[in-house]
């Protein structure tokens, strides 16, 4: 930016997609760099992977019996969502100097090099190999079919407006996963539940995009916020209601009461609140919104919980 005596510099307190302040800014440089790579300081990506395995494992009516299984499924989320940003980074290096929310990530800007960006990915990966062998084989099977949609999806944003239906997949994938793992049975009602999931993800990461429309429009980036438009609040309202209907149906074929409908009043209500009060140009507000959905994710966790005990 300029002043009225040449080049201004920004702020030192405003890093775009880079948090140096509290316990994290106390660390050395290259922890930090690591744990920004894999997003360890930003946990909600973790919660939006962990909840759908979790809401399987409640409406299987095993939360109780079988506790561990959340216990591992988060560790799993945490591994797994960080190798995937880790792995996202390496492949998005070139795009990402091109946007001003990821110019400073630790592989954009020449911090962390390649060779240990990748030692750090398989580093993820293995703690990934300790969850997975607790898994029973049908489980196992089901969380390696991930890794296919997982390698394909950074360049996604290069083939299609949608991206976010890719993303979709990939974070709703525990839900497949979580069933079987618990009951040890394959379950027709989970596909509606990833079904619901993938429409949900779509809603989110379409708000979460809202921040970089105008980025990704000069680096050529696509996404459904881009592909929406001024439409983006309806489009991600269209999307969370077909996430709650689809919620719906595998709440009836577990407990086909009226009453056990009403676990999703909360969740609902919260889906409303986001598109309710969404401002569509206001990157902070839509960065907020965003990151409510781990408590989106909570309120469906509850839901499924009281259904699946009393099922």
């Known amino acids: 930016m300029l002043g009225q005596d040449g080049p201004v510099s920004a702020p030192t307190d405003i890093v775009p997609d880079s948090e140096h302040r509290g316990l994290l800014g106390l660390l050395p440089q290259r922890a930090r760099d690591l744990i920004q790579l894999a997003r360890f300081d930003r946990p909600i990506g ?10 399987a494992i409640a409406l299987s009516g ?4 079988r506790w561990d299984l959340l216990l591992w499924f988060f560790l799993g989320a945490v591994a797994m969502r960080g190798a995937g940003c880790v792995y996202n980074d390496i492949v998005d290096r070139d795009l990402d100097r091109r946007v001003a929310r990821t110019r400073e990530r630790p592989v954009a800007s020449g911090r962390v090099s390649l060779k240990l960006a990748w030692t750090w990915l398989v580093t993820l990966c293995l703690i990934g190999l300790v969850v997975l062998i607790q898994l029973n084989l049908t489980a196992a099977i089901l969380a390696l079919a991930s890794l296919a949609p997982v390698a394909a999806y950074p360049f996604m944003k290069r083939i299609t407006w949608w991206p976010q239906a890719w993303l979709g997949i990939v974070f709703s994938w525990a839900g497949l996963v979580g069933w079987p793992a618990a009951s040890g049975r394959i379950e027709p009602a989970m596909l509606f539940l990833y079904a619901g999931s993938i429409a949900w993800v779509i809603g989110y990461d379409t708000i ?5 429309v105008e980025d990704d429009a000069l680096a ?3 996404s459904s916020a881009r592909a929406l438009g001024e439409r983006a609040q309806v489009g991600i309202a269209i999307f969370y209601l077909a ?10 074929r577990v407990r086909p009461e ?29 960065l907020m919104r965003f990151r409510s959905n781990r408590f989106a994710g909570l309120l469906m966790f509850l839901g499924c919980l009281v259904v699946g005990t009393a099922s």
């Open 258 to 286: 009226a009453l056990a409908l009403v676990a999703l009043l909360p969740v609902a209500g919260h889906l409303l609140w986001q598109v309710a009060g969404l401002k569509r140009e206001d990157g902070a507000d839509a």
């Open 208 to 212: 979460y995009a809202l921040q970089d």
């Open 243 to 252: 996430a709650l209907l689809l919620w719906g149906v595998v709440i009836w």
């Open 46 to 55: 973790a919660w939006l992977l962990y909840w759908p395995g979790a809401w």
């Open 220 to 222: 050529g980036v696509k």
């Open 62 to 65: 095993q939360a109780f019996t």
